[in-house]
């Protein structure tokens, strides 16, 4: 294993011991948005066996920003339980992130400020037509100037308990996404069109929560290589929003690719856990679709140690920027191969759901391979039992 994986890094004013990041993986762990003791349990544990840095998930800048009702909204009552988990953390000798988001139009939560979901232009909501919010409508310039303030109070809040690092999600078809992307960002004013106005948003959200976290707290943007559709955010635009990522001063991009709400899977791989997808269902209606429909809309696509590889090399070679991979990083070798591809850091996600101790496991055993097989039960499960591998 290269010492490289293992040597320290600094992001601005934090040091990081060693190259590996827990990605964000939403734990559900949080019911009515209150997290409870397994969500501190889960972070500690993390850094307790050699993650540098662990991410926080789903932290919702405000209501509207809402998937479901059991996710955190990162405002002043949040603070006592921010803390609670920053220093749950910090005690094993960890660093924590969080992950700042909107979800844009695919909501189904019932705990909104605008009885239409918000996007950047009307489009359908499949997730919430049981729900009564069919529709997304385009959000006004008041909004979008709104919404930047609550990124940067969520932003405020988290460095004031005790969070090391911010990660805003422009990636995964959330709302800054659906801005960058132009098969669904239909707008003629300043924020559509051209990639600079459809950026702008997500530029306008990573000055300002600079502007309230100061100059030693990083910010780290998560970021779509692309969309995995046609029309839709590209690997040249990716390249491009990297440029302008680093002209505004983001410490780090993470690439990810897909879209939640039409190619879900694409940022993951491997197997559509349709049984228990259909199980956690709350609703009868919405089970009844994805039993009989599942199969039919949700494109599986197949894994591959490594699969953002190939197209994360191709902006590697772009870029001077601090750049972390992730998808797909199960063995000791592949950490390896993303390290020798020139990648700053390495973020992990379901191999670190299946075992905490991967990071130990690898600097122990040049041989050692995860036992996720990607049957993807741990996001089939995340909403109902709180996210746990069940292998
Ligand atoms: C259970 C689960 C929940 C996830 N939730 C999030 C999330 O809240 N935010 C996000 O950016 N990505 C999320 N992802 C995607 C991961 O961050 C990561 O991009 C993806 O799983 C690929 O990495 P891996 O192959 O190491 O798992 C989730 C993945 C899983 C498995």
Do not use: W
């Not at 009552?77 to 992950?99: C, F, N, R, T, W």
């Not at 590209?234 to 879209?259: N, P, R, Y």
């Not at 949700?298 to 001077?320: A, C, M, V």
């Amino acid at each position: 294993m290269t010492p490289k994986a293992f040597s320290s890094i600094k992001l601005r004013g934090l040091e990081l011991k060693n190259r590996f990041i827990k990605t964000a993986t939403y734990e559900g762990m949080s019911k009515n948005g209150v997290p409870d003791e397994r969500l501190f349990k889960f972070h500690a544990e993390m850094t307790a066996h050699d993650v540098a840095l662990t991410t926080v998930a789903y932290g919702a800048v405000n209501e509207d920003g809402l998937t479901n009702e059991d996710q955190m909204v990162i405002d002043d009552s949040a603070m006592p339980y921010l803390k609670q988990l920053s220093d749950a953390v910090h005690e094993k000798g960890g660093k924590i992130s969080i992950q700042l988001t909107h979800c844009g139009y695919f909501t189904r939560s019932t705990r909104y400020q605008s009885r239409k979901p918000l996007g950047p232009s009307r489009t359908l909501n499949k997730y919430g037509i049981m729900k009564r919010r069919p529709y997304s409508r385009a959000m006004t310039k008041e909004e979008i100037q709104l919404t930047v303030k609550d990124f940067a109070n969520a932003a405020m809040i988290s460095k004031q308990s005790g969070f090391d690092a911010i990660e805003v999600h422009l990636g995964h078809g959330y709302l800054l996404s659906q801005f960058l992307s132009p098969a669904i960002n239909k707008r003629d004013d300043a924020y559509g069109g051209s990639l600079q106005n459809r950026a702008r948003f997500a530029l306008e959200v990573v000055d300002a929560v600079r502007l309230v976290v100061g100059e030693d707290v990083p910010v780290l943007c998560k970021l779509n290589l692309e969309d995995g559709f046609k029309n839709g955010f590209s690997l040249t635009d990716c390249i491009d929003t990297v440029k302008m990522l680093e002209g505004h001063g983001v410490d780090a991009v993470i690439l990810s690719g897909g879209f939640t709400s039409l190619t879900p899977f694409y940022l993951m791989r491997g197997e559509i856990p349709l049984k228990e997808m259909v199980e956690s269902e709350p609703n009868y209606l919405q089970k009844a679709a994805l039993r009989f429909f599942g199969r039919a809309i949700i494109r599986k696509y197949e894994f591959s140690g490594n699969f953002f590889l190939p197209l994360t090399k191709q902006l590697r070679k772009r870029t001077d920027m601090p750049l972390v991979y992730v998808g797909g990083v199960i063995s000791a070798e592949g950490i390896q191969e993303v390290m020798d591809a020139g990648f700053d850091m390495i973020a992990i996600g379901r191999a670190l759901i299946a075992e905490p101790d991967f990071i130990q496991k690898v600097k122990n055993d040049a041989d050692h391979k995860s036992p996720c097989d990607q049957c993807n039960i741990c996001v089939g499960y995340m909403e109902k039992t709180g996210v746990r591998c069940v292998l």
